[in-house]
């Protein structure tokens, strides 16, 4: 019984140790760590495992989960604070695709063959080798394709066009309950979200997720997947609106005799087209 608790103990001091040696590691996702750091880790989870019960003498697990903690962080510390450091410990950028060419020698450094290669450019949505100019291995593994310029997707800016700043949308609805904070961050309020809600005919309740853009379109998706909302579309809305109205304009610069009246009729409808072209790349895209 004594040593079921010395373990209990030991486990929970470790387990905090182990968190806060993490922490202290910094934030990494593991598909992109380089292969030191993980080894850190492996390591690390081994001799707090072997610690907790009883494997390893308390002292020397603390000592050795130290030394491999502290080493971690300096060396990270140096691979920021130094570009040779940073090659020295994590490796260098490897070139595998130039100019359209396998550079196959760097294939044979980095240990991949041309199946892998083709598996890792797929997973980046490149399925034809004709089509990428440039691919490169980062120091964690991962492989970056560049297009040819011919290949690479038309941008709203290749033709031309602007388009409006997108801002995170925020979660104002989770599992039924109403986020009043996003909410707030957005300029809105409570009864603004209630309204909607009436206005599609749906209860708070019934909402599993709602969140609301920079341009206060309202998104929900219902716990009832069968049943289909519309999705109300502020931006082409305010639109449709600005553009009746000019074409109401236009319908009264037809139908007046009035010279003076014809002629205020005439400048608004223009400048009212103006903004319409201002705006469309705003409300439309």
């Known amino acids: 019984m004594q040593e079921m608790t010395l373990i209990l103990f030991k486990s929970i001091a470790l387990f905090f140790l182990v968190w806060a040696a993490v922490r202290l590691m910094g934030k990494r996702n593991m598909s992109q760590i380089n292969p030191f750091s993980f ?3 492996i390591v690390i989870a081994i001799v707090a495992t072997l610690t907790s019960i009883n494997l390893v003498n308390i002292s020397i697990g603390f000592t050795t989960l130290l030394i491999w903690v502290v080493f971690s962080i300096v060396l990270d510390y140096l691979s920021i604070k130094s570009r040779l450091m940073h090659q020295l410990i994590n490796g260098r950028e490897a070139v595998l695709i130039k100019h359209g060419k396998i550079m196959e020698e760097n294939l044979m450094r980095v240990r991949m063959t041309g199946e892998d290669l083709l598996a890792q450019l797929r997973s980046k949505n490149a399925f034809n080798m004709a089509d990428v100019e440039f691919a490169v291995m980062e120091t964690n593994g991962t492989i970056n394709p560049y297009l040819k310029s011919d290949k690479k997707p038309v941008t709203l800016h290749d033709l031309e066009k602007n ?3 997108q801002a995170e949308p925020q979660t104002v609805i989770l599992d039924g309950n109403m986020l009043e904070e996003p909410l707030a961050s957005l300029g809105l309020n409570p009864q603004w979200l209630t309204t909607e809600l009436d206005k599609m005919g749906v209860s708070l309740e019934n909402v599993f997720l709602g969140q609301v853009d920079s341009s206060g379109d309202l998104y929900l998706d219902l716990f009832d997947d069968a049943v289909e909302l519309p999705q109300p579309k502020v ?3 305010l639109y449709a609106t600005l553009e009746k109205v000019q074409a109401d304009l236009v319908t009264f610069t037809l139908q007046t005799e009035d010279k003076k009246a014809k002629k205020m ?4 409808q223009q400048k009212l087209e ?6 469309r790349p705003y409300l439309l895209h």
């Open 39 to 41: 080894i850190s880790y």
């Open 163 to 165: 388009s409006a700043p």
């Open 235 to 237: 931006k082409e809305m």
């Open 265 to 268: 009729y005439s400048k608004n």
């Open 274 to 279: 103006d903004l319409l072209n201002k705006l």
